[in-house]
Every structure is written in C-alpha cells, then in structure tokens.
C-alpha cells in the first residue's frame, strides 16, 4: 500500500495564478483532511471531507476550495495564489475522525 | 473549540524515559486526546490516542489525568530518533481540531 500520496512535491507560483494540489489515499479511508503549515508552527485545519460527497470548512479555508472526486480522492484548489498561502501542505486520511489520521509526505509551495 | 498547551520544548538523555505533558483543561466529554509526532521535513505521525483510560501501544504510553484536563505522553526509552515535535491534540465529533505548536524534543546522546 502506498498509504497517502500527494503531487506535487514542490511547487512555484506567482501571485494570481491557480493550482490544484492532488491527494490520493488506498487505505478505503472515509474521512480526508487538507492542513498547512507554517515554519515553527502547528497544523491548521483547511477543509475536511468526512465521507465521499461532502466537504466543510476548517479554521482557515478562504482562498482555497476542495473537491472530494472519489473516496480515494481529494483535491485542493488555489484559484488567485497570494505570497500569504506559502507554506507546506499535508493530505491525511482516517477511517473515522476519532481514529488515527495518516499523513502524506506534504507538498512545499511557494507564491512570489 | 477545545485547546492543548504543551512546553516549547524538553530534553532527555538517549535510553532514558521521556514524560511529555500536555494540559487541555477545556476539554469536553466526548474529545479523544491525540498524540503525534513530526521528524524535521515530514508529515505528523501518529502516535497513540486516548478518551479516558491510560493506553499502550508499541511506541508509548499515554497516561490521562482522572479529571481529563491533563494528559502525559510517556516514551520508555528514548533513542536519537524519537527526537521531533511533539504534538498533544483534541479532536471531537464534528471533525474540529486545533494543533498547538507542540514540544520541541531534544535527545542527548
């Protein structure tokens, strides 16, 4: 098993351009997670999808939107990239939200 | 929502025991306690989880005060590798969780 994975590894944008940050999980997990962190920081909360067919927001979601594809799948989009958004990104996934969430390797994003 | 606070950071000498606290006082009935642990460049792993009961797993223990506004993350002998951040979380029914900073866990050899 693969676990959870997350392209791409890095990224550069400027500011004003989109993106979608892809997360895949193959653990048949219901609940999917997007994070960011900043440097010296803890995790914050973007936007959750707590089954397959519905998502809800985090502590911090503007500027971002999320589509849950499949229950294996669940993006993150950036429609205007702002130099504020510039941060590592974590996928996780769990098989219910008290349980053990499952980290992907995270994807480094820099806006200029 | 509810919050944990834990030190900046600890230090311990390698093949020694660890105790990491962690205080979450405005913890509600039903927040499960959750422990993590992030290595410099990777994603948070998880460590071990708990509501009331004290909990054992292969990595640590986790050891829940009786009121359940404090709790301890206990690793029994520590290596250079269990060297990262930790982090004490509380997540809830409704999917909202907060992560505080963590502690920074520093081991000597």
């Known amino acids: 098993n693969a676990g959870v994975t997350q392209t791409p590894k890095f990224q550069v944008l400027k500011t004003g351009q989109s993106m979608t940050l892809q997360c895949a999980q193959d653990?048949?997990?219901?609940?999917m997670y997007w994070y960011r962190q900043d440097p010296g920081m803890g995790l914050r909360l973007i936007y959750y999808s707590a089954s397959e067919g519905t998502t809800d927001k985090g502590e911090v979601p503007n500027g971002y939107n999320v589509s849950r594809l499949n229950k294996r799948e669940f993006s993150l989009r950036l429609e205007s990239a702002a130099p504020s958004q510039t941060s590592v990104y974590f996928c996780a996934s769990t098989i219910h939200s008290q349980y053990e969430q499952y980290f992907g390797p995270g994807t480094r994003l820099t806006v200029t | 929502d509810a919050k944990t606070t834990q030190p900046n950071s600890m230090e311990s000498n390698e093949e020694e025991p660890v105790h990491l606290p962690c205080n979450h006082s405005?913890?509600?009935?039903?927040?499960?306690i959750h422990w993590y642990r992030q290595l410099p460049s990777q994603g948070p792993e998880y460590v071990i989880h708990?509501?009331?009961?004290?909990v054992n797993n292969r990595m640590a223990s986790l050891a829940i005060a009786e009121d359940r506004k404090s709790s301890t993350l206990i690793l029994h002998r520590a290596t250079l590798r269990d060297a990262a951040v930790y982090y004490c979380i509380l997540i809830d029914s409704n999917y909202q969780l907060i992560w505080g900073a963590g502690t920074k866990l520093i081991i000597k050899p």
């Open positions: 653990m048949n997990h219901n609940s």
């Open positions: 405005t913890i509600s009935g039903t927040d499960y």
């Open positions: 708990g509501l009331t009961s004290n």
